[in-house]
């Protein structure tokens, strides 16, 4: 598997699969979220909203992944994973190894060969950018999937550098 670094908008990305760091509503929201919906079009929160009217009716749990149509981005499939809310006081670093390792998962049933990802819950959610560079990288290495292109898209230059640091490492 390919591990490589992107600094960009995760919209504009071509992949098989783009991953969204969305929240348990399927709703929509800011960053990555509102970015996906805007660029990606009505279709996704279609099938987000038939979700939630099915199999997710009380939202979808963190650290989990599903997949819906890529609407108008250059993608065939979002995969939406809700990474945990970063605590000081509780460890919830095994939802974020989740987020990466269930959204692998689902590209790979899906048959997916690249797959574009989000620096999950850096943002809003407040996870410290290096630790989460760190989770992001060791659960792509160790996590055995036939993907071949795993791709990190960053948009700022300090998350492309947290995660360049933990690549060479
Ligand atoms: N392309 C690539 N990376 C981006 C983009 C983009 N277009 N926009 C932001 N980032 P966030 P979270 C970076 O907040 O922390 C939403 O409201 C951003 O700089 O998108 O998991 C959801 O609905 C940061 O490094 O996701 C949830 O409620 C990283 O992407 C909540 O935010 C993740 O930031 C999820 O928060």
Known sequence: MDITLVQGDITLQAADAIVNAANSSLMGGGGVDGAIHRRGGPEILRECRALRASHYGKG?????????????????????????????????????????????RLADELGAASVAFPAISTGIFGWPLDDGARIAIATVRDTPVSVRDVRFVLFEAKAYAAFEAELSR
């Open 60 to 104: 979808l749990p963190t650290g989990q992944a599903v997949a819906t149509t890529a609407g108008d981005l250059a993608a065939r499939w979002v995969i939406h994973t809700v990474g945990p809310v970063h605590s000081r006081t509780e460890d919830r670093s095994a939802l974020l190894v989740s987020c990466y390792r269930e959204s692998l």
